[in-house]
């Protein structure tokens, strides 16, 4: 089971790192060679065969280009659940146009605690 230390601690960049639109923040936890994927890198890099990021400048720059392009966005974290080797955070988002949104984000993580794979997941 993946200790509560780093759940919490994964938690809290992602909380923090969003709400504050800090790309340090939120990058902090992941690995050097992290894979990525989420419904939304397709429409954010224009690309309908790319739905997966691997490697932590890729993704840092695809979280770069989020936060730009998404100002003003909300995340109230409802829930953490912790596995094995994962954290799955469950979450409601909020544009500024006042849409609502729900999500849950799955983090593998390491040995060392660094985040490996992540995957976003929405609401249909």
């Given at each position: 089971?993946?200790?509560d230390?780093?759940?919490?601690?994964?938690?809290?960049?992602?909380?923090q790192?969003?709400?504050g639109?800090?790309?340090?923040?939120?990058?902090?936890?992941?690995?050097?060679?992290?894979?990525?994927?989420?419904?939304?890198?397709t429409?954010?890099?224009?690309?309908?065969?790319?739905?997966?990021?691997?490697?932590?400048?890729?993704l840092?720059?695809?979280?770069?280009?989020a936060?730009?392009?998404?100002?003003?966005?909300?995340y109230?974290?409802?829930?953490?659940y912790?596995?094995?080797?994962?954290?799955?955070?469950?979450?409601?988002?909020?544009?500024p146009?006042?849409?609502?949104g729900?999500?849950?984000?799955?983090?593998?993580?390491?040995?060392?605690?660094?985040?490996?794979e992540?995957r976003?997941?929405?609401?249909?």
């Amino acid at each position: 089971m993946l200790d509560d230390a780093t759940a919490e601690k994964l938690r809290q960049h992602w909380d923090q790192g969003w709400n504050g639109e800090d790309l340090d923040t939120i990058m902090a936890p992941f690995a050097g060679n992290v894979v990525f994927s989420s419904p939304f890198i397709t429409a954010l890099t224009g690309d309908p065969a790319k739905a997966t990021i691997t490697g932590y400048d890729a993704l840092r720059a695809y979280v770069g280009d989020a936060l730009r392009s998404h100002p003003g966005i909300r995340y109230t974290l409802e829930g953490t659940y912790t596995g094995t080797d994962a954290v799955v955070l469950v979450y409601t988002f909020r544009l500024p146009d006042g849409t609502v949104g729900h999500g849950a984000d799955s983090m593998r993580v390491d040995a060392a605690g660094q985040v490996t794979e992540w995957r976003c997941h929405y609401a249909s």
